[in-house]
């Protein structure tokens, strides 16, 4: 079968143009502020000012390579050898630069023209490699504070979230001895399954040209109401035909978070309701290994977002519902009911159609054995989607089983929670993309196909891994 091509960074009307050329560089300058504002704070420890003069020199050297466009380069040995991770990277620029693509003069497997998933994973391991060689910053997250100012600027929503659930659990959930009534639970289920949604909205690296309230927008609980309309594929019916019917002990759901602050908590609550509700015995969270794509999870990403529930200063209203909250996650923590992984998988180029038996040398088959214990693995946001899809140009009405090729068929129950914010986007009916397309234009001015990137559209897709 021959593959739709991917997106590339010299597609004029696919959003990788803009954000190579746009939002890359806001974003590696955003982080040279970042590092020289933590170094002028610690001033009087000169090793650490002076490691950090060497991070700045480093990002500033990428920006100056995107911005003239030169050859992405290898990652060398030494590097190879401390991460080993990283050898993925080169092999794939190996096997871009032996395609057909790469024999012409008019593709030069640069900044501005390669694809753009790879493009985009290789800049966050180019800055990631920077940050590791410097011992005292081994452990700084460089986008640390951002994500912190953003989860602080989502509190109204963390409020909301945070008394929905105390009231639900006095009235319902703290009752319950056995799973929650089909019927309440179906509409719970899809409650929950919104906010997880479109808890997605929030994505540090958009915030590189948008405002935060513009951002925030989409959390309430009115504005989820509202959006509905905009999930143009919808699966939840059938995976809550297939959750409600599973037997009833033994379940375990995973998640593989996106963005930390306001989407894990969305996605925390989701665990809770699972959990409280019996549809889920054990749930597992998978979570990077480094900072990526700005503002996604790691593990430390959750302790610091239970201390945020806590601190009165960081969050002072609600503070019952808040407490409440956080309580029955660390609970639930401590009986092991809720876990914590990470793999280096997530933070490699490779799309996961390598979640498989035969990757041994990448991390895919350590996580396919894990996910495959698994009932439901929900895989939240963009750039999961974007990796599920391996980021190609299928056509908007394909169907989602056939995009994420052999993941189809592995047996393993995976849904996609994603807002659209890049240009791949499946499992839509004929004449949406049209449609979208021309409201999009008239409505901006930009280019249509860009709807498909604005965050305004969502989809909800389900494979149950048993195509044939
Ligand atoms: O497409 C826009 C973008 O910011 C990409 O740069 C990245 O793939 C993605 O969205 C990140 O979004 P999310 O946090 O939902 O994965
Ligand atoms: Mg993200």
């Given at each position: 079968?021959s593959l739709?091509e991917y997106?590339?960074?010299?597609?004029?009307?696919?959003?990788?143009?803009?954000t190579c050329r746009e939002?890359?560089?806001k974003?590696?300058?955003d982080?040279?502020?970042d590092?020289?504002?933590?170094?002028?704070?610690?001033?009087?420890?000169?090793?650490?000012a002076?490691q950090?003069?060497?991070?700045?020199?480093g990002?500033?050297q990428?920006r100056?390579?995107?911005?003239?466009?030169?050859?992405?380069?290898k990652?060398?040995?030494?590097?190879?050898?401390e991460?080993?991770?990283?050898?993925?990277?080169n092999?794939?620029?190996?096997?871009?630069?032996?395609?057909n693509?790469?024999?012409?003069?008019?593709?030069q497997?640069?900044?501005?023209?390669?694809?753009w998933l790879?493009?985009?994973c290789y800049?966050?391991?180019?800055v990631?490699?920077?940050?590791?060689?410097?011992p005292k910053?081994?452990?700084?997250d460089?986008?640390?504070?951002l994500?912190?100012?953003?989860?602080?600027s989502?509190?109204?929503?963390?409020?909301e979230?945070a008394k929905?659930?105390k009231a639900?659990h006095?009235?319902?959930?703290?009752?319950?001895?056995?799973?929650?009534?089909?019927?309440?639970?179906?509409?719970l289920?899809k409650?929950?399954?919104?906010?997880?949604?479109w808890?997605?909205?929030?994505?540090l690296?958009?915030?590189?040209?948008?405002?935060q309230?513009?951002?925030?927008s989409?959390?309430?609980?009115?504005?989820r109401q509202?959006?509905?309309k905009?999930i143009?594929?919808?699966?939840?019916e059938?995976?809550w035909e297939?959750?409600s019917?599973l037997?009833?002990?033994?379940?375990?759901i995973?998640f593989v978070l996106?963005?930390?602050?306001?989407?894990?908590f969305?996605?925390?609550?989701?665990?809770l309701?699972?959990?409280?509700?019996?549809?889920?015995?054990?749930?597992?969270?998978h979570?990077?290994t480094?900072?990526?794509?700005?503002?996604?999870?790691?593990i430390?990403d959750?302790?610091i977002l239970?201390n945020?529930?806590?601190d009165?200063?960081?969050?002072?209203?609600?503070?019952?519902?808040?407490?409440?909250?956080?309580?029955?996650i660390?609970?639930?923590?401590?009986s092991?009911?809720?876990?914590?992984?990470?793999?280096?998988f997530?933070?490699i180029d490779?799309?996961y159609w390598n979640?498989?038996?035969?990757?041994?040398k990448?991390?895919?088959?350590?996580?396919?054995?894990?996910l495959?214990?698994?009932d439901?693995v929900?895989?939240?946001?963009?750039?999961?989607?974007?990796?599920?899809?391996?980021?190609?140009?299928?056509p908007?009405?394909?169907?989602?089983t056939?995009?994420?090729?052999?993941?189809?068929?592995t047996?393993?129950k995976?849904?996609?929670?994603?807002?659209?914010?890049?240009d791949?986007?499946v499992?839509?009916?004929?004449g949406?993309?049209?449609?979208l397309?021309?409201k999009?234009?008239?409505?901006?001015?930009?280019?249509?196909?860009l709807?498909s990137?604005?965050?305004?559209?969502a989809?909800?897709?389900f494979?149950?891994?048993?195509l044939?």
């Amino acid at each position: 079968m021959s593959l739709p091509e991917y997106y590339y960074n010299d597609d004029t009307n696919s959003f990788a143009f803009s954000t190579c050329r746009e939002r890359w560089p806001k974003i590696l300058q955003d982080a040279i502020d970042d590092v020289n504002a933590t170094s002028a704070h610690l001033q009087n420890d000169s090793t650490f000012a002076n490691q950090g003069q060497e991070i700045v020199k480093g990002i500033s050297q990428i920006r100056h390579e995107l911005e003239t466009d030169t050859p992405l380069s290898k990652f060398t040995d030494k590097q190879v050898a401390e991460v080993p991770g990283l050898s993925s990277f080169n092999a794939t620029l190996d096997k871009f630069l032996s395609s057909n693509r790469y024999d012409s003069k008019h593709h030069q497997l640069s900044w501005l023209s390669a694809p753009w998933l790879f493009t985009e994973c290789y800049l966050y391991r180019r800055v990631d490699a920077l940050v590791k060689t410097q011992p005292k910053w081994v452990n700084y997250d460089i986008f640390h504070n951002l994500k912190q100012k953003s989860f602080k600027s989502s509190a109204v929503a963390v409020y909301e979230l945070a008394k929905r659930y105390k009231a639900l659990h006095e009235e319902t959930f703290s009752k319950l001895n056995n799973p929650i009534d089909l019927e309440f639970g179906k509409i719970l289920f899809k409650e929950y399954i919104d906010v997880c949604l479109w808890g997605n909205k929030i994505d540090l690296s958009l915030l590189a040209n948008k405002s935060q309230n513009e951002v925030h927008s989409g959390q309430s609980a009115k504005a989820r109401q509202e959006a509905e309309k905009n999930i143009l594929s919808n699966d939840t019916e059938q995976i809550w035909e297939y959750l409600s019917t599973l037997p009833k002990e033994n379940k375990r759901i995973d998640f593989v978070l996106d963005n930390s602050g306001f989407e894990t908590f969305t996605d925390l609550n989701f665990a809770l309701f699972l959990l409280d509700t019996k549809l889920a015995s054990q749930v597992v969270i998978h979570c990077k290994t480094r900072p990526w794509m700005v503002s996604d999870s790691l593990i430390k990403d959750i302790d610091i977002l239970l201390n945020d529930l806590t601190d009165a200063n960081f969050f002072p209203e609600s503070r019952d519902e808040l407490t409440f909250t956080h309580d029955k996650i660390k609970k639930y923590l401590e009986s092991g009911a809720i876990s914590l992984q990470d793999s280096e998988f997530w933070t490699i180029d490779l799309d996961y159609w390598n979640i498989d038996p035969s990757n041994t040398k990448y991390y895919g088959a350590a996580l396919y054995h894990e996910l495959s214990k698994s009932d439901l693995v929900f895989i939240k946001g963009d750039l999961n989607y974007r990796k599920l899809t391996a980021d190609r140009k299928w056509p908007k009405t394909e169907k989602f089983t056939k995009a994420i090729g052999p993941l189809a068929s592995t047996g393993l129950k995976i849904v996609a929670l994603r807002t659209c914010k890049a240009d791949v986007t499946v499992g839509l009916p004929e004449g949406v993309n049209e449609a979208l397309i021309d409201k999009w234009h008239k409505e901006t001015d930009e280019i249509g196909e860009l709807w498909s990137s604005s965050g305004n559209w969502a989809v909800i897709s389900f494979s149950k891994g048993d195509l044939k």
